[in-house]
């Protein structure tokens, strides 16, 4: 694992709040990173643990990379870096994992400065987890960092959240993650239609927009979308489509559902085109929403809500996007 030695753009009102810490020698026993996917909220908390391990760090605090800690880092064998994460993708941090963390840190840190535990995502820590992880926070160790990271902080027990100091990262503007972007993937931003595509779909998230275009899936989104216009139109099944669809990833899914309902909404009111989820695709939606039916259409949203709580349950994924795509089906042959 490298680290960078260079902060994401709109990380730096945020490292300046860190950097505060080291500086004022108030190092918090326990910090809860949260914020929207994409923003970079494990990069952050990395280059934090870092710089409290480093022996020389930068003027601006970041890490040296070059030091003997430094370079323990990079090779993933810093004895005081402890990462806790699912065991398997999908899965939960158990009470296991927790237990074994609990016992390491009745040790003390091997080198002379801090050790950092991080764990992420933490909100995946079941009940039994989440009970066992408040002994450490309750009783915390001679120089140790706990860093939490979330995007979901609102699933972690209110014993948690008030034992930890806060720091919510906020999504940057438009115009700097466009721009970060273009730089990235060495591109024009003003040629470049797929580039705005891109954020939009990632809700303006930067790290998840370069995943979207580097991974194609403004593609996948597209071919969604026109098989969901195809249902509307009467031309494929919805029972065949959920078919399809509980093959792919389904929080995405319903959220591109959901997206797509809210701008039809937003169409009844004339929102202006800059402010739809999906304004590449405002032609066939503004033709849609002339034909439906509003409170049908809060119905389907109601459901989706609905829905997105369930995915974390052992529900059938095929019959959740049957039941979805048969109303929507519905509401469109009414007209």
């Known amino acids: 694992m490298t680290v960078p030695n260079r902060l994401l753009p709109w990380h730096q009102q945020s490292w300046d709040h860190l950097c505060g810490y080291i500086v004022q020698k108030r190092i918090p026993q326990a910090l809860l990173i949260t914020g929207n996917k994409g923003l970079g909220k494990q990069q952050l908390a990395n280059q934090f643990a870092v710089a409290l391990f480093c022996a020389t760090p930068q003027t601006n605090g970041m890490a040296c990379g070059l030091c003997s800690s430094c370079l323990l880092v990079n090779a993933e064998t810093h004895p005081d870096f402890i990462q806790v994460r699912p065991e398997e993708p999908g899965k939960g941090i158990n009470i296991g994992q927790i237990r074994s963390l609990v016992t390491r840190l009745t040790l003390k840190p091997q080198f002379d400065t801090y050790r950092v535990v991080i764990i992420n995502p933490a909100d995946n820590m079941n009940n039994a987890a989440a009970n066992a992880f408040l002994k450490c926070l309750e009783e915390p160790t001679e120089r140790t960092v706990i860093i939490l990271i979330s995007e979901k902080p609102a699933k972690l027990p209110a014993t948690i959240i008030s034992r930890c100091q806060k720091l919510a990262l906020a999504s940057p503007d438009k115009e700097t993650v466009i721009d970060w972007l273009a730089k990235t993937l060495q591109c024009d931003a003003a040629t470049n239609k797929t580039l705005y595509c891109n954020v939009s779909l990632a809700q303006g998230a930067p790290l998840l927009a370069l995943d979207y275009a580097n991974d194609g899936t403004l593609k996948l989104h597209n071919e969604c979308f026109n098989a969901w216009l195809a249902i509307a139109k009467q031309l494929k099944s919805p029972v065949i489509i959920a078919e399809d669809w509980h093959k792919l990833p389904a929080s995405p899914l319903i959220f591109w559902i959901t997206s797509w309902i809210i701008d039809l909404i937003k169409c009844f009111y004339q929102t202006k085109v800059e402010n739809l989820y999906n304004p590449d695709l405002n032609q066939q939606l503004q033709e849609l929403s002339q034909r439906l039916e509003l409170k ?40």
């Open 296 to 335: 049908g259409l809060y119905r389907l949203y109601d459901l989706l809500l609905a829905s997105r709580q369930r995915l974390d349950t052992q529900i059938n994924k095929q019959l959740l996007f049957e039941e979805i795509l048969i109303q929507w089906h519905e509401l469109n042959r009414s007209k």
